[in-house]
């Protein structure tokens, strides 16, 4: 199968600071990856899509201004968080679908484990 | 809106049987099945798209009942590598992948 690979595989970094997230798609071209995060014991929330050479689409409630995305090439989806509060400490992970299916399997980034002190 | 699975947890014997269900409250016009162990990335287990279909891989399958906008997750002869929590997952009209609300399946010696 395809690989999706993320990285890192985690972070420890002050409040105030920015951390960016990289998602690469190894052996495949993704004009859309998709970025999701997950607290503990709960689901996989979609956070917003990541449209290649585009602006990405976020999911009501999520800060556009706090979570930047960058997909600037078929290979690359970066989500930069930033000014990263304690309650940003989550697991964020990354994926992409084969772009020319609607009903595809998605393959996920090893995620990255975000930790705000 | 999150499809809600049933139940949110259940423990389960090497060698019994287990049934995850998947409701959605929109239209389903297909269902994806995951299963994520604990602080790892969602590992694919099989697509559903049609109304009716029926699918398996090894001793776990699934089915869609497009009508009732419901599928379900047939788990026969667990074995402890079935432990993990399992996502049913829904494609919304922009081609994006909402998950579920997660069953945690423990299976014990």
């Known amino acids: 199968g395809a690989v999706v690979s993320q990285h890192p595989s985690w972070v420890i970094c002050k409040s105030g600071t920015s951390v960016k997230i990289e998602c690469r798609s190894l052996?495949?071209?993704?004009?859309?990856m998709f970025w999701y995060r997950q607290f503990p014991k709960q689901s996989l929330m979609l956070m917003a899509t990541s449209n290649e050479g585009s602006k990405a689409t976020y999911e009501q409630g999520v800060e556009k201004d706090k979570f930047l995305i960058n997909h600037a090439s078929l290979t690359l989806s970066t989500l930069t968080v930033t000014s990263a509060h304690p309650e940003d400490s989550s697991f964020y992970i990354c994926?992409?679908?084969?772009?020319?299916?609607?009903?595809?399997?998605?393959?996920f980034g090893q995620g990255t484990r975000l930790t705000v002190v | 809106q999150q499809p809600v699975q049933s139940p949110q947890a259940v423990i389960l014997r090497e060698g019994e049987d287990a049934v995850i269900n998947c409701s959605s409250s929109?239209?389903?016009?297909?269902v994806h099945w995951y299963r994520q162990k604990h602080g790892e990335a969602p590992v694919f287990l099989m697509i559903l798209l049609k109304g009716g279909e029926q699918k398996g891989h090894d001793k776990i399958s699934a089915s869609f009942n497009e009508k009732k906008q419901q599928s379900s997750l047939y788990l026969t002869a667990s074995q402890l590598s079935y432990s993990g929590t399992y996502f049913c997952g829904t494609i919304s009209g922009a081609n994006n992948l909402f998950f579920g609300t997660g069953t945690r399946l423990t299976v014990i010696p």
């Open positions: 994926s992409a679908r084969d772009p020319t299916g609607m009903n595809t399997e998605a393959f």
């Open positions: 929109k239209a389903l016009y297909s």
């Open positions: 052996d495949f071209q993704a004009t859309t």
